[in-house]
């Protein structure tokens, strides 16, 4: 089970920090992702990390912006968001590959879990 916090509303240009829980003991075991749903529109890939953080990867709107990290020991995935825009208004989902692959996945059909989604709206 995936928990999502950190939502919210900020100034554009302004930073934000997402966090994603998960439950159970084999969380390290497995690469996690973020993605995001803006209105009216398709759920796109936003970043994902492997199991052992020791790979990282970004969509190119967020790149240089967004980073991702992990916390094994704590469970926990985190999207630091700095240096936000009006198109980054969206709901943020965490997820979770069961592949145990060492690429990361950007499509979500490669994902079999998925948090509840915290709404991120950037006031322009």
């Known amino acids: 089970q995936l928990q999502a916090s950190g939502g919210g509303l900020v100034q554009a240009g302004g930073s934000r920090k997402l966090s994603c829980a998960a439950s159970?003991?084999?969380?390290?075991?497995?690469?996690m992702g973020w993605f995001r749903q803006g209105p009216g529109k398709e759920r796109e890939f936003v970043a994902a990390?492997?199991?052992?953080?020791?790979?990282?990867y970004y969509a190119g709107s967020v790149k240089g912006r967004f980073t991702i990290s992990r916390d094994n020991a704590k469970n926990t995935v985190y999207l630091q968001m700095n240096s936000l825009k009006p198109e980054d208004t969206a709901v943020y989902y965490c997820?979770?590959?069961?592949?145990?692959?060492?690429?990361?996945?950007?499509?979500?059909?490669?994902?079999?879990?998925w948090g509840q989604g915290t709404q991120v709206t950037v006031s322009s």
């Open positions: 997820a979770l590959d069961r592949r145990h692959s060492i690429v990361v996945a950007t499509s979500p059909d490669n994902y079999d879990f």
């Open positions: 159970g003991r084999t969380f390290t075991t497995y690469n």
């Open positions: 990390i492997t199991s052992s953080a020791g790979k990282t």
